[in-house]
């Protein structure tokens, strides 16, 4: 099946741009989405992009999709310490409606 | 906006009790999953549902079964609760459209659950 793989922890400072990182095992992924899950909390959609797509940019979230590598990047601008929280990738598996996970990116903003 | 609730935030049951976890839906949406969320494991998938009466075992049923008998409900059900289903769960519902959808997922807050 999908394996989803991320990097468990990043450390930036407040204003500084944030890169989370995700690889995908599955090339026929259509869809491939980014979600914030804050302490305590479920989890929240912040953006998708479609497989046909390289780049997508939402405010100050930019996401990269390079399908040859199978890598996927989400760039936060001007980190703000409210961005704080774990980042999960999660890819479409391929004919169903379901979605694998990886693992999380816990995202630690310092003032 | 779509809103996914669930029955409790936090519940505290014994080893072999019977429990219960409850989620709705108010955006008329296909599909509704159950997933586990655990420290270093990430978010498993217990069982999803693309439709009323329908059920489908995920990566981790095991101890868990479901029901859905109204298309906006989807129950967990844990037959005889073990300390080691003591967990975030969390519920998500989406929606399916013939001939093209994006399929994001909308969460439910989670129920954490504590077996003692």
């Known amino acids: 099946g999908e394996d989803v793989e991320q990097s468990l922890f990043l450390s930036v400072r407040e204003g500084d741009s944030s890169v989370i990182n995700c690889t995908y095992t599955?090339?026929?992924?259509?869809?491939l989405y980014w979600y914030k899950q804050e302490p305590g909390a479920g989890l929240q959609l912040l953006t998708y992009?479609?497989?046909?797509?390289d780049m997508k940019q939402d405010q100050r979230l930019t996401v990269l999709l390079n399908k040859k590598d199978k890598h996927l990047s989400l760039r936060i601008a001007d980190t703000q310490t409210g961005d704080s929280a774990i980042y999960f990738c999660?890819?479409?598996?391929?004919?169903?409606?379901?979605?694998?996970f990886g693992k999380g990116t816990m995202l630690l903003v310092s003032p | 906006d779509v809103k996914v609730t669930q029955s409790s935030r936090y519940l505290v049951k014994r080893t072999g009790e019977k429990v219960f976890l409850e989620c709705v839906q108010d955006?008329?949406?296909?599909?509704m999953f159950w997933y586990r969320q655990d420290p270093g494991l990430g978010l498993r998938l217990i069982y999803f549902?693309?439709?009323?009466?329908?059920?489908e075992k995920g990566d981790i049923p095991e101890g868990y079964s479901v029901s859905r008998e109204k298309k906006e409900r989807f129950s967990l059900i844990l037959e005889s609760a073990s300390t080691n289903q003591t967990s975030m769960y969390l519920c998500?519902?989406?929606?399916?459209?013939?001939?093209?959808?994006?399929?994001?997922?909308?969460f439910g807050p989670g129920t954490r659950l504590t077996v003692t």
């Open positions: 998500a519902s989406s929606s399916y459209k013939k001939g093209g959808g994006t399929y994001e997922q909308y």
């Open positions: 599955d090339s026929s992924s259509t869809y």
């Open positions: 992009i479609f497989s046909n797509m």
């Open positions: 999660a890819v479409r598996n391929s004919g169903y409606s379901t979605l694998t």
């Open positions: 955006m008329d949406h296909e599909n």
């Open positions: 549902s693309y439709d009323v009466k329908m059920k």
